[in-house]
């Protein structure tokens, strides 16, 4: 009955009616691209995936000339908004000047000390080209410093899509089912991997567990230190700090996946939000400003066994100038803007947050917001969830319709309910949003 509630079938139809190019350029792509898209991700769009052609700021304009308030990001990367001039121009700068060398350049050491300046577990810093390859990287380098195989990984956590890590992210109901009470349902399309032990998030008992019989064997814990990618779920208070001292304990590696938090919850990420710091951390997404790179930082006792080459770290395109030219852009305006960038992310994004939460439930939906500012959820369902497993009691096609009718505001949203802020986003855009958001329920 709900789910009727926002005219989803007539909204489908109108944005149908002033997209035909979107259309007709997803029927096109479809015959020569997998899927018709890069990102099998992006095919769960609603009504079908839109072609864009330019963006700016806060905003992004598809092939027919509809303009889109973006809280999507490119699915978090933008920190400072689509187009940001000082990005534009040091990575315009650059490209007159050849896009890769394959060999070394300033800008790799610039932007490592930028990197080292703020986040508190970087001594060192090595540079790759997305959030999975980096992943790879710090696992590698855990099984060569413990000389141990077996990873933990907690249930939902996404780690990139390499199959010996994709491993019980996002498990259907009867994957949990056959599970029983035991986090290690694999998920649609995953496989068991034997190197892998899995562990409900903020399940302090359960990781103490696998610890008891497994912890010789284990190289690494490794977690959102914030579950973005499963609901914004954040740790339980103590959590991270037993993850600390447990791992140290079992010397084991400790390993924060800030590939969403990094340069987001703050300037430090969420090791300096949460006050714990890591051995290792991987970063991607916002360090770049829309810039394909990645970043793993580490404590220098285990990066040297990088910088000596015990451990193979290869890439052709890895640091190359064009996007370390966007990186140091990015994070030097971050550096000198830290106090006003990140004290608006939180305000704006607080202010969304809170006042779509208070809208929703004002027409009587059960809904629950959690994250915060600079990126948080929104869910139709009765109580914050803790671990991955609460999150399937959310109405996700509830959800959708949503999403859907927002879109015909105007609004861009990403499908799983995740919202990001950037710099660009100004009072007026969070005020505009949440008007969109009051005349879809009126």
Known sequence: MQ???????????????????????????????AGGVSSGLRRSARPYPLYFTHGAGSSVVDVDSNKYRDYGLAWGPLILGHAPPPVIDAVSRHLRQGLTFGAQHDLEFEVAELITSVVPCADLVSF???????????????RAVTGRRKVLKFEGHYHGWDDSVLVSYHPGRAEIGAAGNSPISVGAGQRQHEDVYVAGWNDQARVEEIFSTHGHEISAVICEPLLCNSGCIPPRKGFLEFLRRY?????????????????????????????????????????????PLSALAGKRDYMNWIASGKVIHAGTLNGNPMVLAAAKATLTTLCEGRESIYKSLWTRGERLRLGLEALLRKRGHSVVTSGGGPVFQVSFMDKPAENYRDT??????MYSDFALAMLGEGELLLPDGRWYV??????????ATLSAAAKVLA
């Not at 789910?3 to 944005?15: G, P, T, V």
């Not at 790759?128 to 855990?142: K, P």
């Open 422 to 431: 950037s710099a660009a986003h100004t009072d007026e855009d969070i005020e």
């Open 392 to 397: 399937l009691a959310a109405n996700s096609s």
């Open 247 to 291: 791992t140290s304990h079992h010397g084991a590696l400790l390993i924060f996946d800030e590939v969403i938090t990094g340069f987001r919850l703050q300037l430090a990420g969420a090791q300096g939000h949460y006050g714990v710091i890591p051995d290792l951390a991987t970063f991607a997404k916002a360090i770049g400003g829309g810039a």
């Open 128 to 142: 790759a080209n997305s959030g999975t390859e980096i992943v790879q990287v710090a696992l590698r380098l855990a």
């Open 3 to 33: 789910a009727c509630f926002f005219n989803a079938l007539e909204r489908q139809q109108a944005i149908k009616d002033r997209t035909p190019g979107s259309y007709a350029r997803f029927t096109r792509a479809q015959q020569s691209l």
